[in-house]
């Protein structure tokens, strides 16, 4: 399974999960796309609706670092310095010539 799907996979769970505490903890959507706690009649008390929100903002962290991931290590920029650097480390193990004269 190539790395795009693995990764949209658990983009779309991610997503899924953090629309379930959305909807979970009362959080609703207006017409702009702007979002609000919404009046519930269960007995939740704001330490519990707190500790949604934190979650939910937890959930949006670790789906910007999931696209982070998705798209850095993709771009021909970070190909050419995975390169670079797979040069340098089998450089790095090569004996010095000079070290080898003075012997």
Known sequence: MSSWAIVAMIAIIVWGVVQYAKARS???TD???NESFAPR???RSAAELEAAHRELEDLRER???LERIATDDNTSDARERARISAEIEALRGLP???EDKSE
């Open 41 to 43: 009649d269960d007995n």
């Open 31 to 33: 017409e702009d796309g």
């Open 63 to 65: 789906i910007k670092v």
């Open 96 to 98: 010095h010539a000079q």
């Open 26 to 28: 009362g959080i609703v």
